[in-house]
């Protein structure tokens, strides 16, 4: 199994918060950047943030100041904490390696409500 699963989305209220996970194989986890990308409906799929195997960070303008990128290199297991969520972060969050040589995983659905 390359394919990454991500889990933690859900329904929150403007300005709640979320922790997203992202489970990945050894393969796709080990040795690599991993980032973090989220498509909104009727738009392209976009990057929000990147972290290095030693754990530099970097993040798009938009969620700068409210994402966290984090990983657990012993679980293999990368994370988002959200922070002050408005509507423009609903959204599909995925997860993926870089450079991205596996299959996109099904993702996890954030929805916020106003």
């Known amino acids: 199994q390359v394919r990454p699963v991500e889990s933690g989305g859900g329904l929150v209220q403007a300005g709640g918060s979320l922790r997203l996970s992202c489970a990945a194989s050894g393969r796709v986890f080990n040795n690599n950047a991993m980032k973090w990308y989220r498509q909104a409906p009727g738009k392209e799929r976009e990057w929000v943030a990147t972290i290095t195997r030693i754990g530099t960070t970097d993040y798009a303008d938009s969620v700068k100041g409210r994402f966290t990128i984090s990983r657990d290199n012993a679980k293999n297991t990368l994370y988002l904490q959200i922070n002050s969520l408005n509507s423009e972060d609903t959204a599909v969050y995925y997860c993926?390696?870089?450079?991205?040589?596996?299959?996109w995983g099904q993702g996890t659905q954030v929805t916020v409500s106003s």
């Open positions: 993926a390696a870089v450079p991205r040589f596996h299959s």
